[in-house]
């Protein structure tokens, strides 16, 4: 129980970090902490059948469910895609305005009118 | 070659193309140009054929099931393409395709480009195919990740900011996507839409509220990609500045694919109907407001975008009210009553994927021709493209095409799709915000096209001005340097071809409709009485009072106090902040209306 409520706190860590950071670059934090709180749900449950590793030889049965581990290495990957584009993206911001701080970059951007 | 392979040979294909792409990217200039070409085409040309072959099983009704690369079924990867992923591969590479075409000429190019653009393609296809929550997860990741670069390829800082709050709402809702998959895994321990909703109905409460706060959390991510309405924040700045054949793509095709392969997973899973409903309800209230937003809007490709919003609150109007009667009743009459809806809406989606695509392309033809974007400034834009070489008006007549179909104006294919939608709505109160839409539509498109009128002075009521004496300045001479460039051939091509579609969806559309509502499972003849009904004479009366009150709400714009309402809503205060407040709170009501 209380690893899950760890992992909700993460979560809310994560989510309250990407509203309320006004730093690109923590909000790309944020979001990489709200995609690790869901990684370790994933893992957390997928250790509930067992803890052995998960080697089908015909005698280990108490193995933790192989699936969800394979799931969240799909998921991380594709978190690091996001936080490299989000951070490519965060450097082109800073460097068209000298800033990286949202509300600074929508002001010199003319509140997103081009 | 099998049933099979022919399946997923539309995914596949273009990871093929964009793979011969990339390939350039190592080699000298003029073979990269021929490898991004061929690319291309095995990308964007080469699907059309498994799915012309698939055609005659598809559109009966079959199916084509299995596990990607014939794995075993407790660990392989499920899809299944049926008539609606069919229908969903033809709404997709019929935009990709001219939109590719459009970007030879008005940018952007390279192989990196296009090798993106095909990644995205095959995530389309791959996501309409889905059947299994987690690839369903990697397929819309995919398709996103794609379209945040994409947007960024038109070099605007304003995109980079566009595309960066579109990236993190997006990842964020993602993430509760993947929360409502890991309760659906821990209910039923299985990632199959059939196998989840069987592990599903075996539990003595079908999950509980757990499953319905997995459903909730799933739909709502889903509904963020589709802008439905209090979603839709990330859309317009996205969609507007974007290169003008990626915003075709985005606003034609990626906003209804998530959409409709969302269908799947409702009608299977408790609380599915409900949610449907409740999408559908929020649709219909986004019709009339996105309009009255665009309406407001002078950036003729920000007027565009939000009228995606509006018109994909048709399309989930309709979807919703299906999803829902099929989700009650999947054996019975309210399966086939539902797929008339769904095959309305899909209707629609299509109808909107060529108009709108058209209109993005024939627009962004105009605007860099007339390096004008502004269209209380922009005037004179028939000779604005005559200057710039256009001796035949192919872009002011697609212009034409595009703006009469999303006005509804017969013979084009969005009089046929809204005339479906209202047959088939007939009776709901959606029925009457979507007609009160429609006026909206008019309104804003009569705005739009003041574009093609003559500079001032303006006493002529004329809409369009090919006649325009050529002595009277315009803005194109205020911008030389952009206004002497030609319009390039593939710009002509690619809207041409899109107007001929819309003109022939118009034409055909009794048989479309046919065809639609039985590949996605309606009795047969569901359709007859509207093909019967569809240019009666009620019905064209009802187009000429929608004309009609269009152009009086447009007088009623134009007025001072219409001009300051306007002006409050254009600038009206949006933030990032507002986004993540949408996706949470939304989510909320949702979780909060399924488990009360």
Redesign the interface.
């Known amino acids: 129980m209380i690893a899950r409520i760890l992992v909700g706190l993460l979560l809310l860590t994560g989510?309250a970090t990407?509203?309320a950071r006004r730093n690109?670059v923590k909000?790309v934090f944020g979001?990489a902490i709200?995609?690790s709180?869901?990684v370790f749900?994933?893992v957390m449950?997928g250790a509930h059948s067992g803890q052995g590793a998960p080697i089908v030889d015909g005698s280990a049965l108490q193995i933790v469910?192989p699936?969800?581990q394979a799931?969240m290495l799909?998921?991380i990957v594709?978190g690091v895609?996001?936080t490299a584009?989000?951070l490519a993206?965060?450097a082109?911001?800073h460097r068209?305005?000298g800033s990286l701080d949202?509300d600074v970059?929508?002001e010199r951007?003319g509140n997103?009118?081009? | 070659m099998g049933m099979t392979d022919l399946a997923l040979a539309p995914a596949i294909l273009p990871l093929v193309g964009a793979a011969l792409a990339l390939a350039g990217k190592t080699a000298r200039p003029a073979s990269a140009r021929t490898l991004e070409r061929l690319g291309a085409f095995v990308g964007l040309a080469l699907p059309w054929l498994p799915l012309v072959l698939l055609a005659p099983s598809i559109l009966q009704g079959g199916a084509v099931e299995g596990f990607v690369g014939g794995w075993a079924p407790s660990?392989g990867v499920a899809f299944r393409f049926d008539g609606m992923a069919w229908l969903v591969n033809l709404l997709g590479f019929a935009v990709a395709g001219p939109a590719w075409v459009h970007a030879r000429g008005s940018g952007p190019r390279g192989s990196a480009f296009t090798a993106l653009y095909l990644v995205q393609a095959s995530a389309l296809a791959a996501t309409s195919m889905a059947a299994d929550l987690?690839n369903l997860?990697?397929c819309l990741?995919v398709l996103g990740?794609a379209s945040?670069?994409l947007v960024?390829e038109s070099g605007?800082?304003?995109?980079?900011?566009?595309?960066?709050s579109y990236?993190?709402v997006s990842?964020?809702a993602m993430?509760f996507f993947?929360?409502g998959v890991?309760g659906l895994?821990?209910l039923t321990?299985a990632?199959e839409y059939g196998a989840v909703a069987r592990g599903l109905s075996a539990l003595p409460d079908s999950g509980g509220h757990a499953a319905l706060a997995s459903v909730a959390a799933i739909a709502a991510a889903i509904a963020l990609r589709t802008a439905v309405m209090p979603l839709y924040g990330w859309l317009p700045?996205a969609h507007a500045?974007a290169p003008h054949a990626v915003s075709a793509v985005l606003s034609g095709v990626l906003i209804k694919t998530p959409l409709f392969a969302l269908t799947r997973i409702l009608v299977l899973l408790p609380g599915g109907g409900e949610t449907g409903a409740i999408l559908g309800a929020a649709g219909a209230i986004a019709a009339p407001i996105g309009v009255v937003i665009a309406l407001s809007q002078t950036?003729a490709k920000r007027l565009l975008a939000y009228h995606s919003i509006s018109q994909i609150g048709y399309v989930v109007a309709a979807w919703g009210a299906g999803v829902a009667l099929i989700a009650a009743d999947p054996d019975g009459a309210g399966a086939s009553a539902g797929a008339v809806l769904v095959a309305a809406a899909y209707l629609h989606a299509l109808a909107h994927a060529l108009f709108k695509g058209l209109l993005f392309l024939s627009v962004g033809t105009v605007t860099d021709v007339a390096a004008e974007r502004d269209v209380y400034r922009l005037r004179g834009a028939g000779r604005a493209l005559r200057r710039a070489g256009e001796r035949l008006p192919v872009t002011t007549l697609a212009f034409a095409v595009g703006a009469l179909s999303i006005m509804a104006i017969p013979p084009f294919n969005g009089y046929a799709s809204k005339a479906a939608l209202s047959a088939a709505l007939k009776g709901r109160w959606q029925y009457w915000t979507l007609l009160a839409a429609s006026v909206g539509t008019v309104a804003s498109f009569i705005k739009l096209s003041l574009v093609f009128r003559r500079p001032k002075p303006a006493a002529s009521t004329e809409t369009f001005s090919e006649e325009a004496p050529p002595a009277v300045a315009d803005t194109a001479t205020e911008a030389p340097e952009s206004g002497a460039e030609k319009v390039p051939i593939s710009a002509k091509l690619a809207t041409a071809t899109l107007a001929a579609a819309c003109l022939a969806g118009g034409l055909a559309a009794p048989r479309l409709y046919r065809v639609v509502a039985t590949a996605l499972g309606a009795a047969p003849g569901a359709t007859d009485a509207w093909s019967a009904a569809l240019y009666a004479p009620a019905e064209l009366l009802k187009t000429a009072g929608l004309a009609a009150g269009g152009l009086a709400l447009f007088a009623l714009a134009r007025t001072a106090p219409g001009k300051a309402l306007a002006s409050a809503i254009r600038n009206r205060p949006?933030g990032?902040?507002g986004l993540?407040?949408a996706l949470?709170l939304g989510m909320a009501a949702l979780t909060a209306w399924l488990i009360r």
């Open positions: 989510l990407l509203v690109l909000k979001l709200l995609n709180a869901a749900l994933f449950e469910d699936l969800p799931l799909t998921a594709i895609c996001v584009l989000a993206i965060a082109r911001l068209a305005t949202i970059i929508k951007l997103g009118h081009d | 660990v987690f997860f990697v990741e990740m945040y670069v960024t605007k800082p304003g995109a980079y900011l566009a595309s960066f990236l993190m990842a964020a993430v993947l929360l890991y895994y821990r321990g990632l700045e500045l950036d949006r990032f902040h993540f407040l949470c």
